[in-house]
C-alpha cells in the first residue's frame, strides 16, 4: 500500500505518525508543496495521503497560488472518498476543499495542551488522546464544513478536529509531532515564536517533559496513527440490501444468481446467507465464508467510465452484492473486523476472487481481469451470530482483530505473482480470521515457490474455480 505525505516545510514530517504507518504496510513517500507535489493520478488512487503542516495560510492563494492545486486535488480525492488525512495546515486545506471558510483564529495557539473529545471523538481513533497533552501551533482555525462530524476542540480553538464520512480526518493540532526532535521546530519558526511572544526555553523545557512522561504524547501518539492508519470505520448504512435467484445468463446458457434486486422488507440473515438468495453452484458460491457479499457502491463511478453497460451500473446489484453502501471500501475494511449489521454479528472472511460470470453478465470479456487488477472487488462476510437485516440498517465496527491487514492489502497480495511476497504470503497464512481456502492458497505459495494458474477462473467456463 501506499502512503504519500505532502510537506511544506522539511521538519514538519510523519513524524512519530512514520513507524506505525510503516508496520500498516505502507510504503510512505514524501512530495514537496509547491517544488515536487502530488501528481494528479496520485490524488486519485494512492490508498492513504497526509496533507502535512506549514506557516502559510490555507486562504493564502495570492501569495502561495500552489493551494488552489492542493485544494482541487483534496476536493477531487475526498470526493472519491479515498483515505486521507489532514494535519494543521492540511486540516485547513481539507476543510476548504469540503467548502469550509478557514481563517484566523482569535488567538495564536502555540504549546502543550489537551483536547476536548466530543462524544463521537471518545468513540473514535483520536480516543488514545483522552485527557493527554498535546501539540499545538496554529494561528489560523476553520469552520466545520458540511457533513462534517466534530471531534475536539480546546477552549481557544472550538473546531480542532474533525472525520467526514469513514475516510476523512482532519486534526488542527500536531499528535504526529516527535518531542526528541522538537528543536528543529523551534529553529525553523523562530520568528513566529518571537512574533507571538512565546517563551521558547519553557517550550523547550515541555517538550523534555513530554518525552520522560510514561503517559506522554509518545506512546499515544503511536495508539492514534495505529488506528487512524487503518481508517477507523465511521459507521454507515445499508443502502440497499439485495438478494437473487438462479437465471440464465444472457449467453443463453450459463446459470447464476449473479444478478441481484433490492427488497424493501427484512430478511434473516442465517450463517449461511440471506433468506431468498440463490446459488448455481454451491461448488464455489456461498456458504458460511461467503455468506454476505458487499461491494461499494462508489465503485461504479470507475466501472462506468469502463463499461458501456450503463443499464446494469445504473443501480445497485450490478455484481451480486447483497449490500450496497457508501463510505467503506477495501482501503478500509480490514479482514477479520466485526461488525454489527442490523440485528446480525458478521465477520469479514476474504475479499472476492473475480471469475468469467462477470464477462458473460456485462457481455464484455475481460470484465473479472479488469476486477482483479483494479482491486475493487468488494468482500464477504461470515455469519457470527444469525439476525435480522433491512436496507437502512446500520453497519457498525465492533473489533478489528487485524489492523495492519486492510482488505487492500492482502487482495493485493493474492493478486501478486512475484515470489518476492513470499515473506507476506506465509503472514497472511496465519491470519486467523482469514478464510481457511485464502490460507491454504498463501500456505501453498510459500511451499512451491509458485503461483495457482488463474486461467481456468478468468476465462473458461469450464473450471471449477472459486469465481465471482
Same mark, same amino acid.
Given at each position: ?21 510503516a ?44 493551494l488552489d ?20 495546515l ?16 482569535? !488567538? ?7 483536547? /476536548? %473529545?466530543?462524544?463521537?471523538? *471518545?468513540? &473514535?481513533? =483520536? @480516543? #488514545? ?33 474533525f ?50 512522561? !510514561? ?7 503511536r /495508539? %492514534?496513527?495505529?488506528?487512524? *492508519?487503518? &481508517?477507523? =470505520? @465511521? #459507521? ?88 450496497s ?26 475479499g ?14 475481460g ?14 462476510y461470515?455469519?457470527?451470530e ?33 515470489v ?49
Open positions: 500500500m501506499q502512503c504519500i505525505a505532502l510537506q511544506h516545510l522539511a521538519f514538519e514530517d510523519l513524524g512519530l505518525f512514520a513507524e506505525p504507518l508496520r500498516a504496510g505502507y510504503r510512505i513517500s514524501y512530495r514537496q508543496a509547491g517544488i515536487a507535489p502530488l501528481r494528479e493520478e496520485e490524488w486519485r488512487e494512492a490508498d492513504l495521503v497526509v496533507v502535512l503542516g506549514g506557516p502559510i495560510a490555507a486562504y493564502d492563494t495570492r501569495g502561495y497560488p500552489f492545486d492542493e485544494i482541487a486535488g483534496l476536493r477531487a480525492r475526498l470526493a472519491l472518498r479515498r483515505p486521507t488525512l489532514g494535519l494543521c492540511g486540516a485547513q486545506l481539507m476543510a476548504r476543499a469540503l467548502g469550509a471558510r478557514v481563517h484566523a483564529a482569535p !488567538a495564536k495557539e502555540i504549546g502543550w495542551a489537551p483536547v /476536548a %473529545l466530543s462524544e463521537a471523538g *471518545a468513540a &473514535s481513533c =483520536l @480516543a #488514545p488522546l483522552a485527557d493527554v497533552p498535546v501539540l499545538h501551533w496554529h494561528g489560523d482555525t476553520f469552520d466545520l464544513p458540511p457533513g462534517g462530524e466534530l471531534l475536539a476542540r480546546t477552549a481557544a480553538t472550538p473546531h480542532q478536529a472525520r467526514h464520512g469513514g475516510h476523512a480526518l482532519a486534526l488542527q493540532f500536531h499528535p504526529e509531532a516527535d518531542p526528541a526532535r522538537i528543536e528543529a521546530w523551534l529553529i525553523g519558526h523562530a520568528c513566529e515564536l518571537a512574533a507571538a511572544g512565546i517563551d521558547v526555553p519553557a517550550l523547550r523545557a515541555e517538550c523534555g517533559a513530554r518525552r520522560c512522561d !510514561a503517559r506522554g504524547s509518545d506512546g499515544h501518539a /495508539a %492514534l496513527a495505529g488506528r487512524a *492508519a487503518m &481508517s477507523p =470505520l @465511521a #459507521p454507515t448504512t445499508v443502502d440497499a440490501l439485495l438478494v437473487g435467484a438462479v437465471g440464465l445468463l444472457p449467453d443463453g446458457r450459463t446459470a447464476s444468481a449473479i444478478g441481484k434486486s433490492p427488497v424493501a422488507h427484512a430478511l434473516w440473515l442465517s450463517p449461511t446467507g440471506l433468506q431468498g438468495d440463490a446459488q448455481a453452484d454451491l461448488r464455489i458460491h456461498g456458504g458460511p465464508e461467503k455468506a454476505v457479499h458487499h461491494y461499494p457502491h462508489e465503485h461504479y463511478a470507475a466501472w462506468g467510465a469502463w463499461s458501456r453497460r450503463t443499464d446494469l451500473l445504473a443501480h445497485a446489484g450490478a455484481f451480486g452484492e447483497n449490500l453502501t457508501q463510505g467503506w471500501d477495501e482501503s478500509t475494511v480490514c479482514v477479520g473486523d466485526v461488525v454489527r449489521l442490523g440485528e446480525a454479528l458478521v465477520q469479514v472472511s476474504q472476492r476472487q473475480p471469475c468469467w460470470k462477470l464477462d458473460a453478465r456485462f457481455g464484455e470479456p470484465m473479472a481481469r479488469q476486477m482483479q487488477a483494479s482491486g475493487r472487488t468488494g468482500w464477504y461470515r455469519t457470527l444469525p439476525g435480522w437485516v433491512r436496507a437502512g440498517a446500520a453497519m457498525t465496527l465492533v473489533d478489528r482483530p487485524h489492523p495492519a491487514w486492510p482488505l487492500a492489502r492482502l487482495i493485493a497480495l493474492l493478486f501478486a505473482r512475484d518476492q511476497h513470499a515473506p507476506e504470503w506465509a503472514q497472511a497464512a496465519e491470519l486467523a480470521s482469514l478464510a481457511e481456502r485464502w490460507r491454504l492458497t498463501f500456505r501453498r505459495r510459500v511451499e512451491s515457490r509458485e503461483v495457482e494458474d488463474w486461467g481456468p477462473r478468468l476465462g473458461r467456463p469450464e473450471a471449477g474455480d472459486e469465481g465471482a
